[in-house]
């Protein structure tokens, strides 16, 4: 029975080498994220190319409102970003967004330097040689030349149809001078006949019978009076400074009628004295005492 002790003993020895048989696996670590699919593309639609080139001279636009200061000029693009696959975040260029799918870093002439615009804040500066810029100031000089000639062109146009029309303003006023002319002389005819005919001798008249002493004739009726306000514009009109007579100039007719103590009647700003004044004058114009052609103030 004693012989047996030992192989009990390797018995006892050999289990713990058999535990690791029996224990439970460790648990399996989580598999990692599958990266998310990129963006699936059009295969028909063309493929979105910058709009701009590295070392392109280009124009940056003047950005300024409330957080941006940025004054733009010319400027040369330094690097495209290719931001249709992996955005650089949100712009701050002044944009809400990004309206392609490139932005641009640009170095500017006069100094200073952006390092994400985008394009709509971009556009092509062509360069010109010497002899285009030169042509092209040749044709804005005659251009501007055409234009001058044709502006002294229509005033030389619009003084000569001034002239004529002063010209007919004074044909007409001297024409309604001898109108009235001729209906004053009909009236003064008559007593010069008269006078001759006092002058000759005449036969005594018959003895005639006493006659009835006839009854008194009636009296003239009193001429109309005339407005104050229109009296006190004839004696504006006669002290009236000009240098032709019968012809004032109308707006410094209006400057010493302003200065003749108007009547109360005109109101009492000067642009109611104004108008007061228009309106006289435009009376008198009806019935033929004054014409107003052009500025100029007619005496009939």
């Known amino acids: 029975m004693e012989p047996k002790a030992p192989a009990l003993a390797n018995a006892t020895n050999a289990s713990p080498a058999a535990a690791p048989a029996v224990q439970k696996a460790p648990p399996a670590s989580p598999a ?11 295969a028909g639609a063309p493929e979105e190319a910058p709009l701009f080139a590295v070392k392109e001279l280009v124009e940056v636009s003047r950005r300024k409102f409330p957080g941006f200061n940025f004054e733009g000029g010319t400027a040369k693009i330094t690097k495209v970003h290719d931001e249709r696959s992996a955005d650089l975040g949100p712009m701050k260029d002044g944009s809400a967004r990004r309206t392609t799918g490139f932005t641009y870093g640009v170095k500017y002439v006069m100094g200073g330097s952006e390092k994400r615009v985008d394009a709509q804040h971009i556009a092509s500066k062509r360069e010109v040689s010497r002899e285009a810029a030169s ?6 000089v005659a251009a501007q030349r055409a234009e001058r000639e044709r502006a002294e062109a229509a005033a030389r146009a619009e003084e000569a149809a001034r002239v004529e029309r002063k010209r007919a303003a004074r044909a ?6 001898e109108a009235k002319k001729r209906v004053a002389k009909p009236a003064a005819a008559p007593a010069k006949k008269r006078a001759k005919t006092d002058a000759a001798p005449a036969a005594p008249p018959p003895a005639a019978p006493a006659a009835a002493p006839a009854a008194p004739a009636p009296a003239p009726a009193p001429p109309a009076e005339e407005p104050a306000d229109a009296a006190w514009l004839r004696g504006v009109l006669a002290t009236a400074p000009r240098d032709v007579p019968d012809e004032l ?4 007719f ?6 003749s103590s108007p009547p109360a009647a005109l109101g009492g700003d000067a642009a109611a004295v104004r108008a007061g004044v228009r309106a006289l004058l435009a009376r008198l114009e009806a019935d033929n005492h004054v014409m107003v052609v052009d500025g100029t103030l007619f005496l009939v």
């Open 254 to 259: 209006h400057a010493h009628a302003a200065a």
């Open 135 to 140: 042509a092209a100031r040749q044709e804005e």
């Open 249 to 252: 100039d109308l707006e410094a």
């Open 32 to 42: 990692a994220p599958e990266p998310a699919p990129a963006p699936a593309v059009d």
């Open 172 to 177: 007409k006023v001297a024409a309604l001078r």
